[in-house]
């Protein structure tokens, strides 16, 4: 098991867009352990590979109260969005304190492997719904603040390059 080191927006790397997983084996299994556990110590209740900068579509989520319902979601598509929509503030391991409204389908529905390689489907409301949707969007190089209007995500860089000047002075 090991911690890995989650890149931070605006990084490049996490625009990139995943490509399925050819095989499950015990690569992928130990990428979804290693996984696992930097999104427990974070905490957070989502990781997407690509916040790890491995590009494949690999996600681990565990929205439960106690943090004991992984759930592991390999080549994952979404195949059916309701219409009616959920506005959730939505966080982002990769975009450390920035919290904001993004709306997104109330409910999905979701095909995805588990670390055995089979195949299940998942039907998804609420919490869990937005979830799911804001790490496949990572999988395709998305991240959540570029929802937010233009102005927002101008304010959100030139902060972030602040915060970097002023580590650089520190
Ligand atoms: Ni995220």
């Known amino acids: 098991m090991a911690l890995l080191p989650i890149l931070k927006y605006p990084d490049p790397r996490l625009h990139k867009v995943a490509v399925p997983?050819?095989?499950v084996d015990d690569r992928?299994?130990?990428?979804v352990r290693d996984m696992a556990e930097t999104m427990y110590a974070a905490p957070g209740v989502g990781l997407a590979a690509?916040?790890?900068d491995v590009h494949e579509r690999v996600v681990v989520i565990d929205v439960s109260e106690d943090g004991d319902d992984l759930?592991?979601?390999i080549n994952p598509e979404i195949t059916w969005k309701s219409d009616e929509l959920i506005?959730?503030?939505e966080g982002c391991l990769s975009v450390p304190g920035v919290y904001d409204d993004v709306e997104r389908a109330a409910e999905v529905k979701v095909t995805a492997l588990n670390?055995?390689?089979q195949r299940y489907e998942l039907e998804a409301d609420g919490l869990l719904?937005?979830?799911i949707q804001?790490?496949?969007d990572h999988l395709l190089g998305k991240v959540f603040v570029e929802y937010l209007s233009q102005l927002k995500q101008t304010r959100l860089k030139s902060r972030i390059k602040k915060q970097e000047r002023d580590a650089l002075k520190a």
């Open 50 to 52: 690509t916040q790890v």
């Open 134 to 136: 804001h790490e496949l």
């Open 71 to 73: 759930l592991v979601l």
């Open 129 to 131: 719904a937005v979830c």
């Open 87 to 89: 506005v959730f503030e």
């Open 21 to 23: 997983v050819a095989q």
């Open 115 to 117: 670390e055995q390689g």
């Open 28 to 31: 992928i299994r130990q990428l």
